[in-house]
């Protein structure tokens, strides 16, 4: 067997089962800290995801200015969930100004680069979409806190979660038909994945009658269409970077959850009361 084929018959694995393993252990922390730690703990817990996403953006994206990106998706992050953590009640605004003064430091960061400033737009671009994807993590202590940690917190946060785990282990074994050539990901496996993401949601949520359970089957829906579609597009990302990295299991991992936690607060608000 020619080292191709090799490469042709564990590429599916490389590129699903670490993603799918990572995607489970944050999930679970996402429900088990807040439990056994409060709030402090989900703190923590959203600190950490923010950390591991900021470390793999620019590895697994190849956006330019590394150091640079560390710098400002970790001022984001702190300011985020220090805004977040001191209010008195839960309010997804005030990130608006974090998210305007990250762009503004995206851009005095392509300023003071070094030349040659090689594909400038394309990094201020990439910093600019890790700052809202850590901010977009903050969204999950708003949607614990006017949840009360319930089980709507428990069956979003697992049907989105469950969505990105369930299509990469569809994905795995049958990636029919494909979505772009390429790109090991296909049509049955997103359409796995948002059954999942209702079904979680409408197990979990612990709904009261027919009207309670058809809007937790929406939320359900939403999240995980959302979730499995942001998951698809980080594998666009890994399907371009064909050599081993520690970073793109992360990113494959923690985009999707990043994406659905903001969708997830306005959710509770609107659909589940």
Known sequence: MSMAALRAEIAPVRHHAPAAGLAAAVMLALVLAPRQFGPTGLLITVALMQIALIGAWSRATGTRGYLGSLVIGAGTAVTADTVLALQSEPDLGPLAAVLGLAFLAAMLHQLTRSAPRRLATASLAGISTLAVSVVALSAFLLLYRVTDGSAVYVATVVSAGGAVVVGHLVDLVLPVPRIAPGVPRGLVGLLLSVGAGIAASVMLS?????????????????????????????SYIAAERPQPNWSLPWLQALLPLAGTAPIGYFLALRVLG
């Open 206 to 234: 612990d709904p009261d009658g027919l009207v309670g359970s058809l809007g937790a089957a929406i939320v359900g829906a939403i999240v995980g269409l959302v979730s499995a579609l942001l998951a698809v597009a980080a």
